[in-house]
């Protein structure tokens, strides 16, 4: 992700989309908006001071900024944007890069697991639980490294802020999704049951870091947003739709209630002992099926 808002940057979007000899630009003391004053009107508001001064006010822009960021998911919803705020100081928003990973589970992890049709193995549970411990560990390393090279980053999943969130609209979330920023770095897709196939499969765990150090961005090879998955592109699969032992994913739909409830419910609690973890995942949907550890080809 690329922020690019720098003066000259604003000034040129200004001039290539607006109608500079009919308007008057309304924005905040933001000094980036300072050199549009020498090609058209430009009046500021001093929030410090107050919102609205006769006509001079963001209220209208502002609302049209919150109907499109409930539109990206939703309004608990953090964007790459959101978590730049937090590392800018006060001259303003700043441009930054999204880094992205994704750690494919081994072999004899995915092995264990396609042999289970109810439950998770044991090892599938500890990389959900220990692996999830290691993930985190790498976003803090991550932030260490890009400190240290002269940046500010930040690890949103650590953030004090971040939380689970459960929406009217997209039910169970997160405020910072891992996989859109996979998507957004071009690591891969999403699929029918929503899992994130990259060129190493589905069966993965992701993280991300954002920082201020601007870095050429990857490419992004994908043209649909589920292009990975066989069946979202047309081809016969549904492997995970049978794998599920609840039943919670569909040709339409994965019933994240369902999925939830089952992984996270009373049935576990003895496995969670067995296991020695705090929590064990499931991920039956995403081993023993075709895209496991590739992204599928047809399979006739
Ligand atoms: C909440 C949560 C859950 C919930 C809800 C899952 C869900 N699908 O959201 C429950 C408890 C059910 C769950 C279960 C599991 N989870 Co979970 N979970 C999360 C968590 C914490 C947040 C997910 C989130 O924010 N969702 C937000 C909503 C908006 O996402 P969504 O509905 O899936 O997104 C859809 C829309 O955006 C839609 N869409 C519609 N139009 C468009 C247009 C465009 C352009 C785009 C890009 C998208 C898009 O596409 C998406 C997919 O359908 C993340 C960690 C994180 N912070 O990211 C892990 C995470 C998603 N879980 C993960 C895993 C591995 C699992 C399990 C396999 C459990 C396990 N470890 O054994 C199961 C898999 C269930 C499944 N089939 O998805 C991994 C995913 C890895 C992968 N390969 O995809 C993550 C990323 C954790 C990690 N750090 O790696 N999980
Ligand atoms: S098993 Fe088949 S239908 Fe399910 S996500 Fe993988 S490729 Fe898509
Ligand atoms: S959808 Fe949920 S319950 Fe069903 S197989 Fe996948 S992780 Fe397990």
């Known amino acids: 992700m690329k922020g690019d808002l720098t003066a000259k940057r604003l000034s040129s979007l200004v001039r290539q989309n607006v109608d500079i000899k009919n308007s008057t630009l309304i924005t905040d003391e933001f000094k980036g908006y300072l050199g549009i004053k020498k090609f058209m009107p430009h009046k500021t508001i001093n929030h410090s001071v107050w919102y609205v001064d006769g006509d001079i006010h963001t209220n209208t822009i502002e609302s049209f900024w919150a109907i499109l960021k409930r539109g990206i998911i939703g309004q608990f919803h953090w964007t790459p944007a959101n ?38 193995s044991r090892e599938w549970a500890c990389t959900r639980d220990f692996g999830e411990q290691f993930n985190d560990e790498l976003r803090r390393l991550v932030v260490e490294f890009l400190i240290a090279q002269g940046g500010k980053a930040v690890a949103p999943i650590l953030h004090e802020e971040w939380s689970r969130v459960t929406d009217p609209k997209v039910g169970l979330a997160s405020r910072w999704s891992e996989r859109h920023a996979a998507y957004a770095a071009g690591l891969g897709t999403f699929s029918l049951n929503r899992g994130f196939i990259t060129p190493r499969g589905i069966a993965h765990r992701c993280g991300s870091v954002v920082t201020d150090i601007v870095m050429e961005p990857s490419a992004r090879p994908y043209s649909d947003y589920r292009e990975n998955c066989l069946t979202c592109r047309g081809e016969k ?64």
């Open 83 to 120: 978590i730049l705020e937090q590392v800018a100081d006060e001259t303003g928003p700043v441009e930054g890069t999204i880094v992205s990973w994704v750690l494919p589970i081994t072999e004899k992890t995915r092995i264990s697991n396609r042999k289970q049709d109810k439950y998770p």
């Open 237 to 300: 699969c549904g492997e995970c739709i049978k794998r599920c032992p609840v039943g919670a994913i569909s040709e339409e739909f994965h019933d994240k209630d369902l999925c939830q409830k089952y992984t996270y419910g009373s049935e576990f609690k003895e496995l969670k002992k067995k296991y020695g973890v705090s929590v064990t995942g499931c991920g039956l949907c995403q081993t023993n099926v075709p895209c496991e550890s590739v992204i599928p080809e047809i399979i006739s």
